[in-house]
């Protein structure tokens, strides 16, 4: 078991920059998962934005984000980060950290936070 806590969200211009922490607690060590951040816009699915593996080495992203976000993790602080350069309007959305396997897919994910928002104004 694993309960996440995502911190970071907030109000930020088009083309300014946020960093979304996501703490990770419970019995697994933090090397156990991947994590992850997906997103969800209202009236929108949820969709993957970034995961990392659980050594840290490898990293995937959405086409939609990649070269503006960066995702990684703090083993000592068992915390993974997202940190969000040039945002947009489009990237409005509650932002969801979480820890299964290395994977685009929402399904192979366990364990999810409760969800950070972050506004975007043009």
């Known amino acids: 078991q694993v309960q996440l806590v995502e911190s970071g969200g907030g109000l930020v211009q088009a083309g300014g920059s946020l960093r979304l922490s996501c703490a990770a607690s419970?019995?697994?060590?933090?090397?156990?998962?991947?994590m992850a951040w997906f997103r969800q816009a209202p009236g929108k699915e949820r969709e993957f934005v970034a995961t990392?593996?659980?050594?840290?080495?490898?990293?995937l992203y959405a086409d939609s984000v990649k070269g503006r976000f960066t995702i990684s993790r703090d083993s000592a602080k068992k915390t993974v980060y997202l940190q969000m350069d040039s945002l947009k309007p489009e990237d409005m959305a509650v932002y969801y950290c979480?820890?299964?396997?290395?994977?685009?897919?929402?399904?192979?994910?366990?364990?999810w936070g409760q969800g950070t928002q972050v506004t975007v104004s043009s």
């Open positions: 979480a820890a299964g396997s290395y994977s685009e897919s929402y399904g192979d994910y366990d364990y």
């Open positions: 990392i593996s659980r050594s840290g080495g490898s990293s």
């Open positions: 419970g019995r697994n060590p933090f090397s156990t998962y991947a």
